[in-house]
């Protein structure tokens, strides 16, 4: 059974920092692209950032470009979001996903990861 267990929310005043990490178990292999959505109250879950399985190709929302990064672990399957001048807006539950198709590219649409964290609340105060 695949299980991905995030760590790392908080509440934070805005332009502070937090670290999300993401270990998933239980899958067969390490070649799998990982990466994070957020969901926000009201609104529509979204694309945040991916990384490639070989650490190789990185992707980031426009919105988080420059401020959030996101790496990959020594051990299998982990990683980690450093969200850096947080602003209120990021304000989210912030899930790590897992895209079980081995390939070249990263998506950014919710449909192509196939396994999801329960999710961990970000909450920057103004």
């Known amino acids: 059974q695949v299980q991905l267990v995030e760590s790392g929310g908080g509440l934070v005043q805005a332009g502070g920092s937090l670290r999300l990490s993401c270990a998933a178990s239980?899958?067969?292999?390490?070649?799998?692209?990982m990466g994070w959505f957020r969901q926000a109250p009201t609104k529509e879950r979204e694309f945040v950032a991916a990384?490639?399985?070989?650490?190789?190709?990185?992707h980031y929302a426009d919105s988080v470009q420059g401020r959030f990064t996101i790496s990959k672990d020594n051990a299998p399957n982990t990683v980690h979001l450093q969200l850096n001048n947080l602003k209120p807006e990021d304000t989210a539950v912030y899930y790590c996903?897992?895209?079980?198709?081995?390939?070249?590219?990263?998506?950014?649409?919710?449909?192509?990861?196939?396994?999801w964290g329960q999710g961990t609340q970000v909450t920057v105060s103004s």
């Open positions: 996903v897992v895209d079980r198709e081995v390939w070249d590219g990263l998506s950014v649409r919710a449909n192509d990861y196939d396994y």
């Open positions: 239980g899958l067969t292999s390490h070649f799998y692209n």
């Open positions: 990384i490639h399985w070989n650490g190789g190709k990185i």
